[in-house]
């Protein structure tokens, strides 16, 4: 590896964020860049600084404008950092902003921007070192993006929860098994003051919007045992909510299928579900809850795989 490669991947293992620089342009006219050079160097005066490779087509821009803003990206933002870092033409064309202090664009969705007089620019190689002052700023409760050895990044979990707190504070069954049970206590409230038990709810739930199931399958969905479903497909039977039925490919085998009434039911306990889900979610960002859920589902299936081969039954569980 040559040397200027092996800098620069030792370099990338500084952890930042990303950042959109603006200004203005000799003609008033908005550019912007992606950068990742941006840091803060004094808080009284409030200074930060960011550098610019010499060979870019806007380094007369940036050297004569009188102001700068410093946006930094949020998780949401990857497609932005990756146009502002591109050969596109109108880089601004579909991104949505306001001009800011001494007319350098401020973009919408960040996680926190900082407007910027231009203080000093200095010589720093084949790139130039711009210092600005901070005129103002503003901070958005957003996750940052991150880049790392040459990829963008988020910023899972901070570091004193995991090297500092005790094992089972970051230890993964147990993060599981919590939420689970903290998230599960809620929504098991709701459907008893409905008067609903919950293994009625998980089997309804489970033959909602199917063909139908054998109960052996049902059992191992709705982690129950299979007598306690037999029990509770029964009750179901007599309430005129599921019927069984020959299997149409297998006239030995019986289906448990759910009625018109047993629908009836269960969409309007679906519907408490998803508000109960969106509450539980309410205080994530939509960027957060779809890695949450991608995470999970990846986790189950890549588990599922795994233990294909092994039969077993799964052991009763009270949570979900
Ligand atoms: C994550 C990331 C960080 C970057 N950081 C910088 C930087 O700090 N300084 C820089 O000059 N270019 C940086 N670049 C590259 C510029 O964004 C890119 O070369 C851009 O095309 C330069 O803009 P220009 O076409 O207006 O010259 C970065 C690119 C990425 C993807």
Redesign the pocket.
Known sequence: MSNANSFRMALGRFV?G?TVITALDENGEP????????NSVSLDPPLVL????R?????SAYESASHFAVNVLSVDQKAI??R????VEDRFSGVEWEPGTGGAPVLKGCAAVFECSKEQCYEGGD?VIFLGRVESFDEENRVPLA?HAGR?ATTAHYAGEFTNGPFQDDYLLYLLARASSLASAEFHAELASLGVPVPMWRILAILSGSEGHPVGEIAARALLKQPNVTKIVNRLEELGHVRRTADPDDRRKVLVRITPAGEDLVASLIVRAQAHEASLLGTHTPAEAEILKRGLKQLIRRLAERQSGLLFEAPEMEAV
């Open positions: 930042t990303v550019v912007g860049l992606t950068a990742n050079s941006f960011w550098s610019l490779a060979r870019s087509k806007n380094l950092s990756d502002f870092a591109r050969p790139h880049y963008y």
